[in-house]
């Protein structure tokens, strides 16, 4: 038997996709194994996102070589760095076997079995851009005994945000049909998944046949599914329609990731973000009215080239007004193919020192305001889906609540029930608490593969 490791970098595309390689893989008798030293495939699944996620991709690389001598392991690079650097990638490295993008992990069998039978080197990095692409559909047989899963809905992004790699290694938008999109998760659900995680680069510019409003109202509807959340959106797209879901439906769960990247007008038209602080702000009062309590989180660049000290306090002070239950935040990391990795210098390179120093003053307040609204929540009762026992402390339960926060508990509640939970400790990064109530179990039965709302 031929075993499988896969080493995944980045977003939940990339988890995701990871999966969908495996069940790939499968099909031609390769099973997973947690150790690459016992692997005869070895796959690197890549991100292009910043340069240090290129870095570690590449110093990984090099521990792998060493593998792929002792025992002749097969070495792959699959993902975003892929898709960039194409035929590229195996020039440089001349000790990999297989390059391949995303769009053609559904034809990862037969491009391992031309690498391992014929000794040939491949590059496979075309893309599909029309509707004749086909999502790789997620086996449900892998996801069985999880609670929470992940379903994709669109891939690649029109938009043209002059930061960002992503429209050149994902290339264009392509929306899964929603059919397709319910009949997954219907088939998650009768494996016990209960909450699904709707992914995409641009998820709120969906067109598989429904609008994206209408496809959240849907999936919220089928048999055994208790949550449905999204990510990511871009600020402009999101709709009234979509703003009037949260406020229809209780199993769309109230968090809301919402990507600002800066708080200065100035910064976001050179980045090509089309919208302004104001109009942001306007989306996230209504959609604060639509749903009150949602927790709000966004991602923020600092450094752009061109940011000036007061674009930057702009930044601070959009932070500390919307208070962001969380936000991830980056300093800026010039990218091949994009306009501002090549006009960086035209428009003002911000000295890595400033930057750093940014970072660090954003995420000061930004721990500051986290803390505040994690002990606003103790003594408390949340409710949380429970997905089993806790990594941290076995003998504890672990889950998250409708916002997305994550819960370790004293409890008895099993994987798929939601729970009600008094908070004893907090700190933003986890809540501790102790069971007062069981509020529903899991369905018992299989359910029956229908979707009810299509
Ligand atoms: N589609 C999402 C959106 O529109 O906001 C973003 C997806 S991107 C994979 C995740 C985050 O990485 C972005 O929101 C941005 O903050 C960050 N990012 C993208 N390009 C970057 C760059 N060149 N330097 C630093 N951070 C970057
Ligand atoms: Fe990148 Fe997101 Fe902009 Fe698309 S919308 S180009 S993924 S930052």
Redesign the pocket.
Known sequence: MKRYFVHTF??Q?NVNDSLRMGEALATIGYRPTPAPEQADLIILNT?A???KAEDKMLSALGRYRAIKTQRGALLAVAGCVAQQEKAKLLARVPYLDLVFGPDAIGKLPELVSRVAQDRVRVAETAWIDSEEYVFPRADPGSSAGKVSEFVTVMKG?D?V?S????PHTRGREVSRPFVEVLEEVAALATVGVREVTLIG??VNSYRGGISFADLLLRVAQVSGIERVRFT????HDLSDALIDAFRRERRIAPHFH??V?SGSDAVLRRMR?DYTVAAYLERLATLREARPGIAVT????VG?PGETEDDFRATLELTESVRYDNQ????????PH?V??IKEEEWGSVPHEVKVERLERLQTIQRRISAGIAEGLLGRDVEVLVEGPSRTDPSRRFGRTPENRTVNFEGRAPAGARARVRITRASPSALLGVESDIVDLPPIEPLPRRIEAA
């Open positions: 980045g977003c595309m991100c996102i910043r340069e992004c938009n945000c930061f960002c790699v992503v680069q641009n990511t959106s871009h600020p919402l990507p990247q973000r966004t991602d923020i660049i752009f991830f935040s980056f300093v800026f990391s010039p990218r994009t501002a990795g």
